[in-house]
């Protein structure tokens, strides 16, 4: 009697267990079948590349196809997405995806060998270095363009032009200035209070300006309208407020000329505007943007067509046509030099 | 169409009940005093303002979408792959394709599994032994889980880990199915309890097994109660973004999706990066990816609400 309420009673766990067994087992007959089945598409793709793309053949002297994923800098992300768009209308078997996990999350994912390249508005840190070494993944970061931090402000401010320090006052982690007339230095007299408009802390753009302005990346007083990942936001707030500032990447300012206007910055090199022309005079926001590539990565076909496209051939109209400021002369001979190296041209 | 004349007698024969008790007790405790008739309007009053805070949420965003992306209402909107250099031409088909694949895959998971733990919970279960309690009270807190952790735990155990899919729609179908999962089992358990015991005693009086009874009785019974607490989780999983950007969700993908191969994009991923984009023709295309989303809800739910009624019953 006992045993047999026991039993009424473990059966359905009993049954249970046995479906779990069964769903697992055809689970993994599942992962078999799938395995094969990718391996005979994808032979079949391939074989059917090599039928269709003969005429296309002709320029590379083979048909290129496979996969590319890029992850990383969203900052970074439209250069990637442009090239990438370019290559495959050279290339339409090769299918190259680029997310937007930002510099940091893009870096797990790269030394982790979850993707073939990484994209990057700042170089991998040491710590990211020490990890992507634990998983035995090696690579190379390359400078694909640069970008410039514009400080906008209202169409109606009459101040023309900051200097780092000047904008070391206002933004400063112990700044109290509430006021444009309170700045240090200004010629202009402007009476009007400072709105200041920020990126989120997550975001490289924010690591970039504090460290370049205030010394230690992350320092930047905390009452400001932080707009979090969103600079349309930042560009609303300061069309709307004539005493408005926010500090911005370069293509977002490029796109609301019409609203708000860019500040000239004094680092040294007296006051120089946001430019394609200015890389050099620009200091010290402009940045230099980069991908990383994995070694590994680098030994396919494909991969080595990508990095020669975007680096050596395309690379002045993949900048232009996505909002960005190409490399000098210089930073596109050192870029050159090291895919031509890495991919043995 | 009974239904409705009967509905309608009741409705009228009650309001004749409450006119006739509302004389009786003001006969005995004297009229309701001139705040009471006045809290009578307030009340429903507010109730209506209550609504319209709600619909006028939804209408705004509809307005917005119209007037800011009506210009590229469009079938290259849905036809056209993504692109970074042409965007007044670009469209959503990688996007809706792969929302497609999720919503299939969830849909897949969370009825079976969903009905299975209700009916195991609902008919099974003994509720005065403990663990059966400790299940519930689970199943209760899941469903206020932030999304994002569901996304964590995606990326750990399916992404990576036992799974190990990789960043593929499947992984993300099934970090939805999880998300949403408690949303089901709750609304099919409550469905199900709504089926009159009677109709249970009666199927096993007549000799029909637990299972038989189930299946013959209860189920059909709950069927429309089960297809509304589906719909609300397919409606939540649909708009689902961040979660899915963890376990491969990709902004720029020019492929179609597949089920086990390669990264995919998904409907409010692919908007939530338009609209971020400085040019102002991406921010046109987040609207018109707005209203395409907005439209295929509107399509999901109608054939999902059209077989509710089909199935309803009543008691």
Sequence with gaps: MKISTARR????????????????????????????????????????????????????????????????????????????????????????????????GGFELFCNGETDGSDASREISEEEIAQCEENGISFEGIQVANDAMAV??????????????QLNQIWGPDSTLSNWNEIDGLEEDFDESLDLYGPGTDSGTFDYFTEAINGEAGAQRTDYNNIGEDDNS??????????????????????????????????????TAPSPETVESYVPLTRPLFVYMSDVALERPEVQAFADFYVNQENETIAEQAGFIGMTEEQAAAASEKVDSLIGN | MSVN????????RARIAVAGARAATGDVFGRSSRRERLGNVVFPALLLLALSVALAGLLAIIVWAVVEGGSRAN??????????????????REAILGSLYVIGGVILLIVPLGVGAAIYLEEYADKTRWWNRLIELNIQNLAGVPSIVFGILGLAFVVRGPLSLGFVAAAGAITVAMLVLPTVIIAAREAIRAVPPSIREGSLALG??????????????AFSGILTGTILAVARAFGEAAPLLLVGATTFVTFDPSLFENRFTTLPVQIFNYSKQPQEEFQVLAAGGALVMITLLVVVNSFAIGLRNKFERRW
Excluded at chain 1, 152 to 165: S, W
């Design chain 1, 9 to 104: 009673r473990l059966a359905p766990f009993a049954v249970a267990s046995a479906a779990a067994l069964l769903l697992v087992a055809c689970g993994s007959d599942d992962n078999d079948d799938n395995g094969d089945d990718t391996s005979t598409s994808s032979d079949d793709s391939n074989s059917d590349d090599s039928g269709d793309g003969a005429e296309n053949a002709s320029d590379e002297g083979e048909e290129l196809s496979g996969n590319i994923e890029i992850d990383g800098s969203s900052t970074v992300a439209p250069l990637s997405e442009a090239a990438a768009e370019l290559f495959m209308q050279q290339h339409p078997d090769v299918q190259v995806s680029v997310g937007t996990s930002g510099t940091g």
């Design chain 1, 152 to 165: 906008v402000v209202h169409p109606d401010n009459p101040v023309q032009c900051l200097t780092t320090d």
């Design chain 1, 234 to 271: 930042g560009i609303l707030g300061v069309e709307g407020s004539v005493g408005g500032m926010f500090y911005v990447g370069y293509s977002y300012y490029v796109e609301n000329q019409d609203r708000v206007r860019a500040l000239e910055i004094d680092g040294g090199e007296g006051c």
């Design chain 2, 5 to 12: 004349q009967d509905e309608h007698r009741l409705a009228g």
């Design chain 2, 75 to 92: 079938v290259d909107l849905i036809t056209n792959g993504t692109s970074r250099l042409d965007a007044a031409s670009a469209g959503y």
């Design chain 2, 208 to 221: 029909a097994t637990q299972w038989q009874t189930i299946r013959r009785q209860v189920l059909p019974a």
